[in-house]
């Protein structure tokens, strides 16, 4: 049980921060080095790195070399050495990587919040400020359970200056703040996810479980895809709760070659041509009534696009 100054403490200062890496020092070494440089500084002792192995505990297939992974653990203790290192023997794969993270955070640190960031992000000097400012700000949302700082990325300087106190949806899960509390609530959920896909390889095994999974979670809504984030992305919807972002840029994705993207995909969403606002975060447009609005429209777009997933997949299995 955290005393009263402790508790005030833990409010105050930047929650612990989760850094996920496999074999892309390159990448790495680009995050690290712009959140090294945060405005104000990131204190070492908060920032955690959970490194992925090489070679695959449950397939025995290789799927790094183990100078990338040396290099990756050796660019953190370069930026920093008073961080502290969580370093997987073996390849055990994003989903459990990542939830060994958060495990981490929430449950032996019992952090209110916790901040994750993958490799392929580099960051604003005032990204982390920004995540400090929305975790102040939305104590007081329960509907707002994750935000990240990433913002409008295809928008211009100008139009980000135009917009800039304004709450969107946030999309993909890069750079992001999730509250503990709704952690805890996705577990039964998650739990059923994991059971799936922990203890296996995921590269080589089928997806069609996970996707009758997600069906069973929606009933007549599910998600297009089967990842960690589209699990936590469909647990999060079908609980009425949302993720958000501000407006403004604070982080530009690099992620050209990896998982997810090839350079030329990369150029066709338009990230090579992120502007990054150069300016901090000063504050948000937080009227409740318009908050619930914005929410209630975006849950009710997004159920669509779920429903149009759930038919999709029923008619390919009638095709079957």
Known sequence: MLSALGWLGEVLCTPP??????????Y???LLASLAAQQPAVAQRRVHLFQDGAVNRYSGIRYADDGEIAASLATFREFFPRGHVHASPDNIGITENV???EKMLFEELRAPV???FEDDLVLSPHYVAALDLMRRAFARFDRIVYYNAN???GASLEQQRSNARKLIFMGHFWGFALKRSHWLRMQPLLDEYHRLVIGRDQRI???EPVKALFRSWGKTQTHPATSQDSARDLATHLMGLWRASCYLALGHY???EGVHFTPSRYREFGFDRTTLYPEPLGGLDLRRDEIDHTIDAN????SQVFTKAYADQMAALGKN
């Open 299 to 302: 849950l009710a777009a997004r």
């Open 28 to 30: 790495l070494r680009q």
């Open 114 to 116: 916790g901040y994750f």
């Open 151 to 153: 913002g409008a990325y």
């Open 205 to 207: 095994e089928s997806r």
């Open 99 to 101: 939830f060994r993270a």
């Open 17 to 26: 921060i989760a850094v996920i890496s496999f074999n892309r020092p390159a």
């Open 254 to 256: 690099i992620g050209a």
